[in-house]
């Protein structure tokens, strides 16, 4: 987008947290808490996401909900935050990361979106993510990071021009590798790709197809965690502490 200005925070974009799913692999753990809400020391998850966030600059965010929606619809109306906007919408039933974005498209407002899975913290650079995009001829932009262990995730290959070559299946003792941190900065053109489509999955039925229509955003060895797991989540707090203070 030839004439863009720079993205240098994020307080004109609009960020979506992905937050609908069970949480199946860490429902014996977590029981009738939903994910955005796990204890994560002494702060629930979500406090940690929103306060990354707004480390950043963030001042609205969309959490688009399913599974026991109304204890994170509680606690945000009982935990409100200087300067920014939380929205919630609940889906009716579950429908899947691309259903869930098709469900909240309306109220995405800003040029440049982020979407987030409600469920990674990943200590990169946001806004530069979101400025790639804004300078960008592609759909969207992919934030990519370097894991020792890439087989647990599903390696990410990048073409020779910056964009994704392709999404390959999670495979064991696959090493070292880039893998999808769950995190894109979306053009309107993104939006009207989910919107074109029935898919439910977005990784799956609509950018595994063509996935040349996104940028890759290469952070490198930066420290990300994914916390639907009883072992991660039990490591998060530490993580993300050390993460904090490096």
Not at 197 to 213: H, N, T, V, W, Y
């Amino acid at each position: 987008m030839s004439g863009s200005s720079i993205v240098s925070d994020l307080s004109n974009i609009d960020i979506v947290v992905l937050a609908g799913g069970l949480g199946i692999r860490i429902q014996a753990v977590l029981g009738d808490t939903p994910k955005l809400l796990a204890p994560v020391g002494e702060f629930t998850y979500l406090d940690l996401l929103l306060d990354w966030l707004q480390g950043f600059g963030a001042r609205r965010v969309i959490l688009s909900l399913g599974h026991l929606a109304d204890k994170i619809v509680t606690y945000v109306d009982e935990h409100p935050r200087a300067g920014m906007e939380i929205i919630s919408v609940i889906e009716p039933e579950p429908m899947g990361t691309a259903g869930a974005l098709r469900f909240v498209r309306n109220q995405v407002n800003t040029d440049v979106a982020l979407v987030m899975n409600g469920d990674s913290w990943i200590d990169a650079d946001l806004a530069a993510l979101c400025n790639a995009q804004a300078h960008s001829e592609t759909a969207g932009t992919l934030l990519c990071v370097r894991v020792e262990d890439a087989g647990r995730y599903g390696k990410i290959e990048i073409s020779d021009n910056g964009r994704i070559a392709g999404f390959f299946e999670k495979q064991p003792d696959a090493g070292h590798g880039l893998i999808n941190a769950g995190v894109y900065a979306f053009s309107k053109s993104a939006w009207d790709m989910i919107a074109a489509s029935d898919g439910r999955s977005l990784e799956r039925d609509i950018f595994a197809k063509q996935p040349d229509c996104l940028a890759a955003f290469n952070a490198g060895d930066v420290p990300f965690i994914d916390i639907g797991t009883p072992e991660s989540l039990a490591q998060a707090a530490s993580f993300i502490c050390a993460a904090n203070s490096s």
